[in-house]
């Protein structure tokens, strides 16, 4: 209600009594008798804080520690493994920074491989881990290299033909730690102008078995787009602790000179062609089944020489406590002396002889074979008509025999301790050489031989189809605590 000043000022009325005025005191009921309870006293329970789990087994609880125990193993071992990458990476730096490389001076690295391509595993390997990498550039024009050097070196070389047009040069590396590969220098390599090739380079003094490393290497030269073998200036490999193969190249590459040399490895070859050939490895076999060069060495210790050495002389074979079984042909096409030299020791020879001439004088022909503690046979199977040979055959403790051609004409001695000397003649097959192989032939000549005794170990004479060819060749086969025979 709004109030205005119309309206008249009464008080307002109330049933409340006014003070001084008297009235009655209330009443009140009487109290009765309160009221039990309805029902049982509840009681109050009081609820844990969190809800509770029921007891877990023990194959749980073993199960829940092992987890836990292999999350702090993977941890641990996160953190151990950075400590350790971090040290041998310290380490690897401080080993390429101190580690000396056995590069030849005339030879400069011109590109090496920094990333590999992985290759195929061995876990039965001690280097059970392969990386790859390949070169590939035209022929060079003077020489194609391929070297390795240094302590970590070693593996297998495998040379082979192909249709490309460029020479192609596959590196297998094998390795059990990421850092000996790392260790290795890889390269594309030149030498002087116009020699060109690949170099593998380990440090020169590094030991330990973590850091072994091997190689696969194959060289491939391509064929001749022509009829005519393909043409190679020179083949140089220098290559430690390999093993070197060669395909058969008779009838596919020409070398005019073709050196293979190794250590610790056999070189092995079923045919060869070149104008000079150097082959030279240490403590393995050099096998060739047939090289046609005009000069050659071959040379080795610790193991044999094999195979057909066709030649135009000089020809050395050198090897020790190693035999040596070998055809030989050689042609002079010259009057000077042509040598052949075989050399071993603590083993045998075997060789058989061709001795050809293209000149009208016959040619003249040193043959020297000698070793010791080894029997010693050697056959001079042909020698051409008015031919001068001299051949020194030298052995120890075991037996010696030489056997020469009808057209031999010349002195002999033959010496021994301890044992028989023996001078054999052909009987009935020994015709005039100069007479046709059949027929009958006018002046035929007789043969001569003269032997003298001049003690049990030792004989001397001549042989001759003419007396005026007594002294022309000379025949010395020497011995001890052995039997030895000419034959004639």
């Known amino acids: 209600m709004i109030v205005t000043e119309s309206t008249p000022k009464t008080p307002p009325k109330s049933n409340t009594p006014l003070l001084g005025e008297s009235s009655a005191p209330p009443a009140y009921a009487p109290r009765g008798p309160s009221a039990g309870p309805s029902g049982p006293y509840i009681v109050y329970q009081q609820q844990p804080l969190y809800p509770q789990r029921p007891p877990q087994s023990a194959g749980k609880r073993f199960l829940k520690a092992f987890l836990v125990a292999v999350g702090i193993w993977v941890l641990a071992s996160a953190l151990l493994g950075s400590i350790f990458s971090s040290r041998r990476y310290r380490h690897y730096q401080m080993v390429d920074l101190q580690a000396t490389y056995p590069v030849p001076d005339n030879v400069e690295l011109d590109e090496c491989v920094t990333e590999w391509t ?259 046979t050697t056959t001079i199977k042909s020698l051409p008509i008015d031919g001068k040979l001299k051949l020194e055959a030298r052995t120890s403790n075991s037996l010696a025999q030489v056997a020469l051609p009808l057209t031999y004409e010349g002195g002999f001695s033959l010496a021994t301790s301890n044992a028989a000397t023996l001078v054999q003649r052909r009987g009935s097959s020994e015709r005039d050489p100069k007479c046709p192989d059949s027929g009958e032939c006018e002046g035929q000549r007789s043969r001569t031989v003269s032997t003298r005794m001049v003690r049990k170990t030792s004989a001397a004479g001549v042989v001759h189809w003419d007396a005026k060819n007594a002294q022309r060749g000379d025949v010395s086969l020497k011995t001890s605590n052995g039997g030895v025979t000419l034959v004639l």
Not at 136 to 165: C, E
Not at 243 to 254: A, G, K, R, T
Not at 286 to 311: E, N, P, W
């Open 118 to 376: 992985t290759g195929p595993t061995n876990p039965t390997s001690s280097t059970p881990y392969t990386s790859l990498a390949s070169f590939s550039f035209p022929i060079p024009s003077k020489t194609l290299l391929l070297l390795s050097k240094g302590s970590l070196s070693g593996g297998r070389l495998k040379v082979v033909t192909s249709a490309s047009d460029d020479v192609k040069i596959t590196v297998a590396i094998h390795y059990a730690d990421t850092l000996a590969r790392e260790l290795a220098k890889v390269c594309l390599i030149n030498r002087d102008e116009g020699e060109q090739g690949v170099g593998l380079f380990t440090p020169t003094e590094w030991r330990g078995r973590p850091y072994s490393v091997s190689f696969d290497v194959e060289l491939s030269i391509p064929r001749s787009q022509s009829n005519n073998p393909q043409f190679i200036n020179a083949l140089l490999t220098d290559v430690n602790n390999f093993s070197q193969e060669i395909d058969s190249l008779q009838d596919v590459v020409v070398f005019d000179t073709l050196t293979l040399q190794g250590s610790n490895g056999g070189i092995r070859s079923p045919s060869l062609v070149a104008t000079n050939t150097i082959i030279k490895t240490s403590n393995a076999r050099v096998a060739i089944g047939h090289l046609m060069s005009s000069t050659a060495s071959v040379r080795s210790s610790g193991g044999g020489i094999t195979g057909t050495y066709v030649t135009k002389g000089p020809l050395n074979l050198i090897t020790s406590n190693g035999a040596i079984d070998v055809s030989i042909s050689v042609t002079s096409d010259t009057d000077r002396q042509v040598p052949v030299l075989m050399t071993t020791s603590n083993a045998q020879i075997n060789a058989v002889v061709d001795l050809i001439s293209t000149s009208n004088s016959g040619g003249s022909f040193l043959v020297q074979p000698k070793t010791s503690n080894g029997r010693l």
